[in-house]
């Protein structure tokens, strides 16, 4: 082939899965720069109808999308070149399967006969993600014989149709091109309308709520208990709905993570108890708040405490989960793990109301718990346990938060209260990494139009360090709540903490940074905050647009003390 009709067929191809997945409903593409990738690029742009953001590190890339993904309900494309490129997604890849997040991944690549001998930037890209993608394939080089014959139009439906279904995922499309990859500047290009594949229907992933029917023995009466863990994914807030009505209607007690919408959700005779973890912990309370059986949507709330319990119990649970996993890492009997669907067995409901002493129970202990929070919080000098309740209060209706993996997310659900406020928090529950949390906050902060709240640790923030440089994107308002205890907090927690030096070197990691020299670098604000009467001004003011960063230093070895009272000292 002469040279200038590969260029063209690299441009008519890319240009073909452009418009195609433009008609997918795809709207943005994260683009990291290389030159393989060269033919991708210019089919994502010339097609004028996506937003694309260059993003310098394909590790901060790859989570920036899966935020974008979360926020927005929509797969969101990623492009990079051959190479190690390739590796550094696969973090994000991780925990956009394990949370079932659709990023569809493609990679440029050298030609088959370029690999495996030497050629530079290539290496092994077939299959790179191994089980962590729902497909992977190789796509034809442009202009080759096999172009021709290969149906890989409709490929492209396919692999659609595993990334955004029933089970939606990472997908892994893998481009060879053969140079020269740009055509000659001179000639123009015919219009991009040339592709002629399946059309698909629908934009937005996830399953369709269905109201399910609760099979006819989780209707009796008895004991039941809700557990509702974090947010469930696209079309979760209907399937959260439906819980709480269920716990209304039926008068059953709902212990809701604070990552689950429940907890922010308190209104006229719905109330979701939000200190399980505290009241567990006292052996005399959780007998009487025992129950017969429990009904779970989605994952479990983090809680060791709870799941202790659930394991000690041996309570027979019901899992309904929208995504048909399997989401019990106990071995308590569960007696219908399925998928959601309506069921033959539909009888009507009891009246509600004949346990109601069970749910009081849970309410009333749930109540004395957070005075008891409300109580520490005025005294608790800087403990950093005590900013959630502060937020909670502060915070307007329905901002919407990240809370990053370690100490944070933990302290979130055992103090943040129990409101009405319609808070929305994200978190990365699929591998509980500490790895990208900035870029993927970012990228949910754009998803969402609208100003975030990023609560995390200084470790998490400095391993996604790089994504700070993301800091000017268009509409961007993010403030990071850094909660600075010079090195991770959590493991003062573990019998490790005995070990003096050995603990600080290899568990806590203390870096030392000057947070105010490292956000000047990158031209973002920082402050340190000191007093809780400053944090909750700043929390109640409008936040304003770009990144800033509000550093509230703390002690982690007096923290994880102060932390062990509030969560012991409580009694009813
Ligand atoms: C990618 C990754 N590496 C390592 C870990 C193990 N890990 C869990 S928490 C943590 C420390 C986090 O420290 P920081 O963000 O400062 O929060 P803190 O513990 O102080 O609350 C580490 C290294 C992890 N979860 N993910």
């Keep these: 082939m002469k040279e200038d009709e590969q260029a063209w067929a690299n441009r008519r191809f890319a240009d073909g899965v452009a418009e195609y997945l433009a008609e997918a409903g795809v709207r943005t593409v994260v683009i990291s720069p290389g030159s393989r990738s060269t033919p991708l690029v210019l089919g994502f742009a010339s097609l004028g109808s996506f937003r694309l953001i260059p993003v310098l590190d394909e590790r901060s890339a790859a989570f920036l999308a899966l935020g974008l993904a979360r926020s927005t309900e929509r797969p969101v494309g990623l492009v990079c070149t051959s190479g190690s490129a390739v590796a550094n997604w696969f973090p994000a890849v991780v925990e956009a399967h394990e949370s079932r997040v659709p990023l569809l991944l493609m990679t440029a690549d050298r030609p088959p006969e370029l690999r495996g001998c030497g050629a530079g930037q290539t290496i092994d890209q077939e299959r790179f993600y191994g089980r962590y993608t729902r497909a992977f394939r190789e796509y034809p080089i442009p202009g080759d014989e096999d172009e021709g014959k290969v149906p890989w139009r409709d490929f492209l439906a396919a692999d659609w ?289 609208r100003p975030l709240w990023l609560v995390t640790g200084d470790l998490a923030l400095l391993h996604d360090a790089n994504g700070i440089l993301q800091h000017q994107l268009e509409g961007l308002s993010l403030t990071i709540l850094l909660i600075n205890n010079e090195g991770g907090g959590i493991f003062q927690n573990l019998p490790i903490a005995r070990y003096g030096e050995t603990f600080e070197r290899f568990f806590a990691t203390p870096q030392q940074i000057d947070w105010g020299t490292w956000a000047k670098t990158f031209g973002v604000s920082h402050a340190l905050v000191r007093d809780p009467a400053e944090l909750a001004q700043l929390a109640a003011r409008p936040a304003p647009a770009g990144v800033r960063i509000l550093e509230w230093a703390t002690d982690r070895r007096g923290d994880a003390e102060e932390r062990r009272r509030w969560l012991t000292a409580f009694s009813p």
């Design 161 to 449: 149709a595993a990334l955004s279904g029933d089970y939606p995922g990472p997908v892994h499309l893998n481009f060879p091109f053969r140079e020269p990859l740009l055509p000659p500047e001179s000639e123009s290009f015919p219009s991009p309308k040339t592709f002629f594949g399946k059309k698909v229907s629908g934009s937005r992933y996830g399953r369709p709520f269905d109201a399910p029917v609760l099979p006819s023995r989780w209707q009796e009466g008895g004991r039941t208990l809700l557990l509702s863990g974090s947010w469930l994914g696209p079309g979760g807030d209907d399937w959260t709905g439906w819980f709480r009505n269920l716990a209304g209607e039926r008068g059953w007690p709902l212990l809701a993570d604070a990552l689950s919408p429940l907890r922010h959700q308190e209104e006229g005779s719905f109330r979701p108890v939000a200190h399980y973890d505290m009241l567990l912990r006292h052996e005399e309370i959780a007998k009487t708040l025992r129950p017969d059986r429990i009904i779970q949507l989605g994952s479990l709330p983090t809680s060791k405490v709870l799941r202790k319990c659930l394991e000690e119990w041996q309570t027979p649970r019901l899992i309904i989960d929208p995504y048909s996993l399997n989401p019990h890492p106990d071995t308590a009997p569960v007696e219908w793990l399925a998928r959601p669907d309506k069921t033959s067995n539909e009888i009507p409901l009891p009246p509600p109301g004949e346990d109601s002493g069970f749910r009081e129970n849970w309410v009333v202990q749930d109540k004395k718990a957070g005075e008891f929070i409300q109580a520490k919080t005025g005294e608790s000098g800087s403990f950093e346990g005590a900013l959630y309740p502060l937020l909670a209060e502060h915070l307007p209706e329905q901002t919407v938060l990240h809370i990053a993996s370690s100490t944070p997310v933990r302290d979130a659900e055992w103090f943040w209260p129990v409101n009405g406020k319609r808070f929305r928090i994200y978190s990365s529950r699929g591998a509980n990494g500490i790895d990208g949390t900035l870029s993927t906050a970012i990228g949910e902060a754009v998803g969402e139009a």
